[in-house]
């Protein structure tokens, strides 16, 4: 599919793409060739004080809609992503340099968040109990203006992590995209301006530290949800601390995955593996990227891991069989290089890959080997988020040393166990510090299990029911059959 860009993008105000104002612009450029792409609008602080007031006027009405027809609505969007996720799958190849078999699923994965949370809200009932001579009424509301800012790595599911359960609860939304993957989030908005009405979904791009900024600090917005870095994830919760506003942060990870010796299927485990660490060209904040493999099986699973690093093809993002593509920018290629540089330095052994690759008609972009490293845990690259196809392994022959290891950073978003014996897999879990546990399948993110991080990778949960809590506020009503006789100030 051959994909036309607009020329020009800006933001959507008020149920309006606004594409003039050109020479405040940036470029979006395919990571890969270095192709121009299009003109995004950078956004100024006079932007988002627009978009923030039209979502502030658009939510009375919207939250007056009722949970059904606004249930109805976001399964019309649904719809609409689904026809048009082939183009929109393409789009992101472009822009992000992602494999476009990969990308194609997150639209799925964003297909069914949409509709998980147009389902669940139908069950977001408010409660109530009897009080003496009355009843008391537990009623949820929504907040208000949402602002919402989202990463490149993912863009069709990161939005629909957002957009889903703040539109159902009835919020209105502003929402943020990264200025590395704006495209497919505007192309969204187009299909939005379809369905819903004006100003429930407005859009803003540009800087992080103008645009994001100033939707954090906006007096008018009363909710803010943030995927992205510890670093800026701390910057948002301090703004909402002393704004007095709720935040949910989503923020980096370093997850371990535990290879016990009693595994049955070393090649299945051994795929799955690399599956975790390299999967979004290890752009991803739940990777796999500490394997722990015990030491009586080390040197056969090492053998077989260096195996099915070589055999991941790194390729095109456009082409089918491709594995691995490029990363998103110069910037963060080199970056991964000089953390594998670094790694060596530090005494790591390189097993696989640690190259830059140079494939046919993509010489623009960073195409980097899928690399295994044989390392130790308190390493820097096994203790530091490097977003690219890098795998430490570490061999283990103790449990409590491991699971100390294995807790030892500062994230807890993910963690993965392969084993066939039932009490390791319980009690592993058990004590793993984590937010998401995986056992014998990686990422096994199904319809309404909650995802979110222990320590610095976070605050709350998404793509569960109890992120509508996230999204509303309770208020308590209670209500007596008639005025109590007189006693204050009797007659």
């Known amino acids: ?29 395919d990571p890969a060739t270095g192709h121009h792409l299009a003109h995004i609008r950078y956004c100024d602080e006079a932007d988002v004080d627009r978009a923030v007031k039209a979502a502030h006027i658009a939510f009375p009405a919207w939250r007056a809609l009722g949970q059904q027809k606004r249930a109805r609505l976001v399964n019309l969007l649904a719809d609409e992503i689904e026809a048009h996720s082939e183009r929109l799958a393409m789009i992101d190849a472009h822009d992000v340099g992602r494999c476009i078999s990969e990308v194609r699923k997150d639209y799925l994965t964003a297909v069914r968040h949409y509709r998980y949370f147009a389902s669940v809200i139908m069950a977001h009932e408010d409660s109530g109990r009897e009080i003496e001579g009355g009843y008391s009424i537990a009623k949820r509301e929504p907040l208000g203006v949402c602002g919402q800012i989202i990463p490149w790595n993912a863009p069709a599911i990161m939005a629909a992590f957002k957009l889903a359960p703040a539109l159902v609860a009835g919020n209105t939304v502003v929402l943020k995209p990264d200025e590395n993957a704006s495209l497919s989030t505007l192309e969204l908005g187009k299909l939005i301006n379809r369905i819903f009405p004006d100003g429930v979904v407005n859009m803003v791009t540009g800087r992080g530290e103008t645009v994001g900024s100033a939707l954090s600090e906006h007096p008018l917005v009363r909710k803010l949800s943030f995927t992205g870095s510890t670093e800026v994830g701390r910057i948002v919760a301090g703004v909402a601390a002393r704004r007095l506003v709720p935040s949910t942060l989503e923020l980096g990870g370093k997850s371990a ?5 009693d595994i049955e299927d070393i090649d299945a485990v051994v795929d799955n593996a690399t599956f975790a660490a390299i999967h979004n060209n290890g752009q991803s904040c739940l990777a796999g990227t500490r394997l722990f493999v015990h030491a009586d099986i080390a040197t056969v699973f090492r053998e077989k891991l260096i195996a099915s690093f070589n055999r991941v093809k790194v390729g095109s993002p456009l082409a089918e ?26 005494g790591a052994e390189l097993l696989a890959g640690g190259e830059r690759v140079a494939i046919q008609g993509c010489e623009q972009g960073y195409f980097i080997q899928p690399t295994l490293l044989l390392a130790r845990n308190e390493m820097r690259i096994c203790q530091e988020e490097i977003f690219g196809p890098v795998l430490s392994m570490i061999v283990w022959d103790d449990y409590e040393s491991m699971i100390a290891q294995a807790n030892d950073s500062e994230y807890g978003l993910a963690a993965g166990i392969y084993t066939g014996n039932l009490k390791h897999a319980m ?35 998404e793509f569960c029911r109890e992120t509508l809590n996230a999204y509303t506020q309770v208020k308590t009503i209670t209500v007596q059959a008639q005025v109590p006789a007189v006693w204050f100030s009797p007659l």
């Not at 069989?321 to 530090?346: F, H, M, N, P, W």
Request: hydrophobic fraction near 35%; charge should be positive.
């Open 1 to 29: 599919m051959r994909v036309e860009f607009d020329k020009h993008y800006g933001p959507l105000i008020n149920g309006v793409f606004e594409t003039d104002a050109q020479e405040r612009s940036f470029a979006a450029v």
């Open 257 to 261: 995955n535990i290879v016990f010796p």
């Open 427 to 461: 009690q592993t879990a058990s004590r793993l510090e984590a937010g998401s546990v995986w056992i014998n399948r990686y990422s096994n993110i199904t319809d309404g299990t909650a995802f979110g991080g222990y320590k610095n990778s976070g605050i709350g949960r």
């Open 321 to 346: 069989d491709s594995r691995v593509s490029c990363l998103v920018s110069a910037r963060q290629g080199q970056r991964v290089l000089e953390y594998i540089g670094q790694g060596v330095k530090e």
